[in-house]
């Protein structure tokens, strides 16, 4: 970690099997997390092993998004080959096309996305306050106009669950009200209300006992509602937990505080998932906070975009300096862009507006995740987490 | 051969290498095309290998075009895998973007590609005669304005071999004159006069001996013209032959009859290759007129609108019939597309307008064509071409 590309690499390399040989998590419980490394109280860095139905996934890790049951331009090999152990799928995105009873019919998200690892869909909730348009919001649920075509749709926690439980995840979340920033003190304090009623019709609407229900913490940047809200949920005993609410406009320092108040108060022995962050200075800070879970777009929409992550921060491949520059993206690393295709070509590619170029720069990304969580695991594993995670860092955003 | 798909298939399987282990050319000669089983003489179906510095081609064979240095969202592992053995890329669009110049500096065509296999590059004739505007034809050579920035540029029999030569494909050919169809005769006169008077300078101006340079047999559909044509072009001894001035626009019994006076007119122990045709029942009939190389933009441009090719036709994978449709595309198919998708995933995956339902029907029908020539040359060397050919296209087109 923080040294070059390829190095300090302990995960399922490319080629490799996603999940490490040495998985020693109790398998009679087909949700467990078992603390591999964790403080005993508190907030610090941790280590460990969830289980679900289909397969381990060694934490910190990071889950790429698959909104419409495929991450973008990636075939399903190609996420085991990079190390990715477990996507995430968008519910909203889903019910609307092409129909949850479809995903269902079809054989389910793992069928249809041709992925057999595991799978976490969120709630919808996240897309309905910020893609539809108005919305009318009650006890009972959500109204909205979605996005494709305008018609009118009610989400409740009721209907949240069921649809999560057709597409057939092996983790799914609560139906949540994630206020935007900045914010009114008052629509927290009733998003939180709304949360945990809501969460509570959540766990009694749940039908699968392959799926785990997972609470998420609403609460914004206030430490108190984090605290009313974590305290409720956990009274709740959901078997994981996120922190929802933030990567919603606010800056990195509040960002830090939030997971800073919120993850010491979820429990020592269940998984904790910081949704929709994937900046690296925010990754890296929140496992530093005892994070264990993450998803974000960034790796395949900034690769689509052409923008690649190297150890030394971002690198714009459209760029007229890669012309004739025969280098891989990163020196020394093994994903299948990098072994075969220099930064010239990728240029190219970009330039003539070939797919390809989107493909391979989002694989590059997905590599670069992987590796940096496996970085990570290895620093939290050796007791040097925060040694190695400022060098990172340093190195990443050019602070020599 | 006519059987399910997945039979009859003799080739370098999925996951195999691309080139038969029992190869047996001479590879002394780097350009060497030996007939493994060939008339005497006369134009019926053929068995050979071709030798080429980056490998063998068991022929017949289908090359997939990689117009712009890639076929189009298709990864080269991904090539080999489903047994293509040998690629095109076209000289016109790597002259305009990103340069004969850049790709040589990068290393040529090979390394731009990521394709260590046999490359040929057509003249770039083709596309100035169908693309680009305001020509102006003459002995020297053809000025034209480019499609893309509308710049002036000229093209003559000397610089089509220098930026072939920069590219650096395996087999390179000769600057033709393609007229289109119809077509006055006088013009094909002199396109035919212009072509020959080309192909002579070609040979001359031809640089590399890493390189083999064939020459192209213009006429139209007159069969006298067609016959001058390779008669002048044979004393020019080139290693290997293509028919030129098909496919454009012709019906297939036109094809057919100028296939059938070319290719036997054409030298028994050089390659021959019928330029842009891939149509099922072109490419079927023209190996059984002893073609032994064709190249088409078919199975890639298809599969990009979600046109699906099958044993049993063409499979429209837009349609809403398939949204329930757990079925692969081809049952027994063993492609990555079969191997993990239903019909129902790819309808949905082209309704959403996601890359992957382009890149993973564009793979299928690669292993498609892959498989139809691996078929044919099984008949070829098993002498029942004829049965078996019709057998298949009696299947395909749906003639039961």
């Known amino acids: 970690m923080g040294g070059p590309a390829g190095a300090g690499d302990t995960s399922a390399a490319c080629g490799g099997a996603a999940v490490a040989p040495d998985a020693r998590t109790d398998l009679s419980d087909p949700f467990g997390w078992l603390p591999v490394a964790a403080p005993a109280e508190g907030g610090g860095p941790r280590l460990g092993r969830l289980t679900t139905p289909h397969g381990i996934v060694d934490t910190p890790a990071f889950l790429p998004v698959g909104t419409k049951a495929t991450v973008k331009g990636v075939r399903p090999e190609t996420l085991r080959e990079v190390g990715v152990q477990m996507v995430l799928a968008n519910t909203y995105h889903l019910a609307l096309r092409p129909g949850a009873e479809v ?3 079809l054989g389910g998200l793992h069928a249809v996305m041709g992925w057999d690892g595991p799978i976490l869909t969120d709630s919808g909730g996240f897309q309905v306050f910020s893609l539809a348009r108005l919305r ?3 006890d009972e649920g959500v109204t909205f106009r979605n996005h494709v075509d305008g018609a009118e749709m009610t989400l409740t926690p009721e209907s949240a669950v069921a649809v999560q439980n057709d597409l057939g995840a092996d983790v799914i979340m609560a139906l949540d009200v994630c206020p935007p920033h900045p914010c009114p003190r008052a629509e927290v304090e009733e998003a939180v209300r709304l949360t945990l ?3 509570e019709r959540c766990r009694a609407a749940h039908q699968r006992a392959d799926q785990a229900l997972w609470g ?9 509602l984090r605290q009313r809200c974590a305290e409720r949920l ?3 005993d959901f078997p994981g937990y996120a922190i929802g609410g933030v990567s919603v ?3 990195h320092e509040a960002l830090c505080q939030v997971v800073g108040w919120t993850a010491p108060l979820l429990p020592r022995d269940r998984p904790r998932y910081l949704m929709g962050v994937g900046e690296v200075r925010d990754v890296v800070a929140s496992v530093g906070l005892g994070v264990d879970l993450f998803d ?3 790796p395949t929409r900034n690769g689509r975009n052409g923008l690649a992550f190297t150890a030394d921060g971002p690198m714009r491949l459209r760029n007229e300096v890669w012309r004739f520059d025969r280098r891989p993206i990163e020196e020394g690393c093994d994903c299948p862009a990098c072994r075969r295709f220099s930064r010239g070509t990728l240029r190219h590619l970009f330039a003539a507006e070939e797919m390809l170029g989107p493909v391979l720069v989002s694989i590059h990304n997905l590599r670069f995740y992987a590796r940096l969580f496996a970085g990570l695991r290895e620093a939290v594993r050796a007791g040097r987490f925060h040694e190695e995670s400022r060098a990172l860092l340093d190195r990443y955003y050019g602070n020599h």
């Open 103 to 105: 995903i269902r019919d």
């Open 136 to 138: 009318r919001l009650g």
């Open 197 to 199: 009623a809501w969460a």
């Open 216 to 224: 998420i913490v609403q609460g914004g940047v206030h430490r108190d």
């Open 234 to 236: 956990l009274a709740m």
């Open 249 to 251: 406009g606010e800056r």
């Open 296 to 298: 974000c777009v960034l």
